[in-house]
């Protein structure tokens, strides 16, 4: 990367005499003077960096702007100029490899999945359920990338476990039946209480298609 003459600290009095600098009112000029150019320096390096994605900081504004991408300050810097460099290379092939990549940006495990379907112009993006703003953000950079006969259709699942507790009372009743004499009144025995405690765990899997 192209870089000024000098890159270190400006220090004016390698310019002059060394005797100058002995006097201490001279020398006191001379190091303001220096510290001065060094932030005029500083200043111009920062510029320049602006000038290249892989080192822009608040330049990446600008080129987002130059490249019709929306602005996201909240994402990080390495991730503002990865998309910057994905818009500018553009022209390659938009695989499914690219699109997973795109939308795991999003997901914390990276489990995201992209399925193309070329017999119905679509393509399936299979990943966990996200919150809002972050779904938001990720359905609108693959409006930027994905080719424009292509729909995308978005899968976003969850998984939920829940235990349910059942506590049930069971009654029982015994009846005896006496033949051939006369019939008999007989008293069911007490009724027994049988206290049964279940638990169940269910796992509970939530597909939200077309989103």
Excluded: C
Aim: aromatic share 8%; no cysteine.
């Amino acid at each position: 990367m192209a870089s000024f003459i000098r890159e270190e600290k400006v220090d004016l009095s390698k310019y002059l005499p060394a005797f100058l600098t002995k006097d201490p009112e001279f020398a006191a000029k001379l190091a303001a003077e220096s510290a001065v150019h060094d932030e005029i320096r500083q200043e111009l390096d920062d510029i320049l960096n602006q000038f290249f994605v892989a080192t822009a900081t608040w330049g990446l504004t600008y080129w987002e702007d130059f490249l019709d991408l929306p602005h996201d300050e909240t994402l990080t810097d390495a991730d503002r100029r990865s998309r910057i460099i994905q818009k500018i290379n553009g022209s390659q092939t938009v695989t499914l490899d690219f699109l997973t990549k795109l939308v795991n940006q999003y997901v914390a495990d990276k489990s995201g999945v992209v399925a193309d379907h070329p017999e119905t112009y679509s393509a399936d993006f299979n990943i966990p359920l996200l919150d809002k703003e972050n779904m938001a953000k990720m359905t609108r950079d693959v409006r930027i990338y994905i080719p424009a006969h292509i729909g995308p259709v978005y899968k976003a699942h969850t998984l939920t476990k829940v235990e349910n507790r059942i506590v049930m009372l069971k009654s029982t009743v015994k009846t005896i039946d006496v033949y051939p004499a006369a019939v008999e009144q007989i008293k069911p025995e007490s009724t027994i209480y049988d206290a049964l405690a279940m638990t169940t765990t269910e796992e509970l899997t939530l597909q939200i298609g077309g989103i």
